[in-house]
């Protein structure tokens, strides 16, 4: 054995370990996002689940009894008076979302084609928007004075000698109901539609028209698909107002005219809570299925 082989073996110094220090950055995106995470869940996610329970619960005739129960909704599926409310809302909603679009489009498409001036085209649009600047019920109300039996409609249509007595299907009917659905949410299909067809490249209509196409090809093969992403959000937001409305058809329909929304104010309104809120949840369900089928037909993200 050697003298070297005898030596202690000394081993390296160990040095302390320094704690890294917290990076405050990595939580920056997290802390960001907390506002809003907190505003959805307060707001709309425990309000939602809230509604969920309790369209489990007994209803024994003045009170709610905590429970799990299925017949809220046993008795929403066979109720023939609750399945022909929910097919009258979907009536409104179809009726509402082509007017809407039948008068959104050309309004659409004259300020974005034919109103050359950037300056005249917010004007007018701003001018589209005046009716909006009042309060829903005040212009509901003002229908009433117009549509009535011995309204100014029935009085032009008796000066006029077109009929002989006031017709009654003018207020207080699906017809009321309706032109006032028409009358407050119209604009929520023009914005998106407008602000669709200002994206459209005018290149290209141009080039269509030097190609030799007519008016309606090119509506038909470059407006129409261009735009179909500002038409899907329209018809949302008509679906999602229309789906849940009951103060139009309550005040319009003059208690004569049915709707789900109304259905569950009226439920609410005899603390039958449960019942309600399963009307609720089933409402929501069908309006989430048609926003989802629409979503699949149309990418509205190069949109937002």
């Known amino acids: 054995m050697t003298a070297t082989q005898n030596l202690p073996?000394?081993?390296?110094?160990?040095?302390?370990s320094r704690a890294k220090p917290f990076n405050w950055k990595a939580l920056q995106p997290y802390l960001l996002v907390s506002p809003q995470t907190l505003v959805l869940l307060l707001f709309l996610v425990l309000p939602i689940a809230a509604i969920i329970t309790v369209s489990f619960w007994n209803f024994n005739g003045y009170s709610m009894v905590p429970g799990f129960t299925l017949a809220n909704y046993i008795t929403v599926f066979t109720s023939k008076v609750t399945v022909a409310t929910y097919l009258n809302t979907f009536k409104f909603a179809a009726i509402v979302w082509l007017i809407c679009l039948l008068i959104s489009y050309p309004v659409a498409y004259f300020l974005s084609f034919h109103v050359r001036n950037s300056k005249w085209q917010t004007i007018l649009f701003?001018?589209?928007?005046?009716?909006?600047?009042?309060?829903?019920?005040?212009?509901?109300?003002?229908?009433?004075?117009?549509?009535?039996?011995?309204?100014?409609l029935n009085q032009a249509l008796m000066g006029l000698h077109l009929t002989d007595k006031p017709i009654e299907m003018f207020?207080?009917?699906?017809?009321?109901?309706?032109?006032?659905?028409?009358?407050?949410?119209?604009?929520?299909?023009?914005?998106?539609i407008f602000n669709s067809m200002m994206r459209i490249d005018r290149a290209l209509v141009s080039a269509a028209e030097d190609a030799g196409a007519s008016p309606?090809?090119?509506?038909?093969?470059?407006?129409?698909?261009?735009?179909?992403?500002g038409i899907a959000i329209g018809t949302i937001f008509i679906v999602t107002l229309v789906m849940g409305e009951f103060a139009t058809v309550r005040l319009m329909g003059g208690g004569q005219v049915a709707s789900v929304g109304n259905l569950i104010k009226n439920q609410i309104g005899s603390l039958?809570?449960?019942?309600?809120?399963?009307?609720?949840?089933?409402?929501?369900?069908?309006?989430?299925?048609?926003?989802?089928?629409?979503?699949?037909?149309?990418?509205?993200?190069?949109?937002?």
């Not at 207020?171 to 998106?192: E, K």
């Not at 090119?218 to 129409?224: C, F, G, S």
Request: hydrophobic share 60%; charged share 10%; with cysteine.
């Open 216 to 229: 309606f090809q090119i509506q038909k093969e470059i407006i129409l698909p261009l735009s179909a992403s």
């Open 272 to 304: 039958q809570y449960p019942l309600a809120a399963a009307n609720a949840v089933i409402l929501l369900i069908v309006t989430l299925i048609l926003v989802s089928a629409i979503l699949r037909v149309v990418d509205i993200r190069k949109e937002l």
């Open 9 to 16: 073996t000394s081993s390296p110094p160990v040095r302390p």
């Open 171 to 192: 207020l207080f009917s699906d017809f009321s109901v309706i032109l006032a659905m028409v009358h407050l949410y119209a604009l929520f299909m023009v914005a998106p």
């Open 126 to 152: 701003l001018i589209c928007t005046v009716p909006f600047l009042t309060s829903n019920i005040i212009r509901m109300i003002s229908w009433i004075p117009f549509l009535g039996r011995e309204g100014l």
